[in-house]
């Protein structure tokens, strides 16, 4: 069986990394767990990325414990900042939650704007209602790329 030239090209697209970006303000809580959960759901299938619009220099330790419950290592992240990302792009996803008029501009194929609010100052409980939404979010978003 002969494969086209542009069925070559398709199957190459669609065996290719996805590569996502995820943005909040800090890049302390809601984007460094959203990349968490892209490496944890996708694997080698995405490259994740996470930036902040101010970052704050630091990984809230609240994210680190609530992302410890699930077994994975938030410590071994750093809080960016969106020039830091730049050299990775293009993207195929930006994913802003938050930032608003602060995030600018990045090349990529789509945006995306999650209304999740800041857990910075929640409660454990309250904090990992947030992480869960923002793994569905991710789940969901990794189904479509």
């Not at 542009?6 to 943005?23: E, G, P, R, T």
Request: proline share 6%; glycine share 4%.
């Amino acid at each position: 069986m002969r494969v086209s030239l542009a069925d070559s090209v398709a199957i190459k697209y669609l065996n290719m990394k996805k590569k996502v970006l995820f943005v909040c303000i800090e890049n302390s809580n809601r984007s460094q767990m959203s990349q968490a959960f892209a490496k944890m759901i996708g694997g080698d299938k995405v490259e994740a990325y996470s930036a902040g619009s101010k970052p704050s220099g630091i990984v809230n330790p609240k994210a680190i414990a609530a992302m410890k419950e699930l077994s994975y290592d938030l410590s071994v992240h750093d809080s960016k900042s969106l020039d830091e990302v730049k050299p990775f792009a293009p993207f195929d996803a930006v994913v802003t939650m938050g930032c608003g008029d602060a995030c600018p501009w990045m090349l990529a194929k789509q945006f995306i704007e999650w209304q999740i609010p800041d857990p910075k100052h929640m409660p454990p409980e309250e904090f990992n209602v947030v992480r869960d939404l923002i793994q569905q979010k991710v789940n969901d978003l990794l189904e479509t790329l």
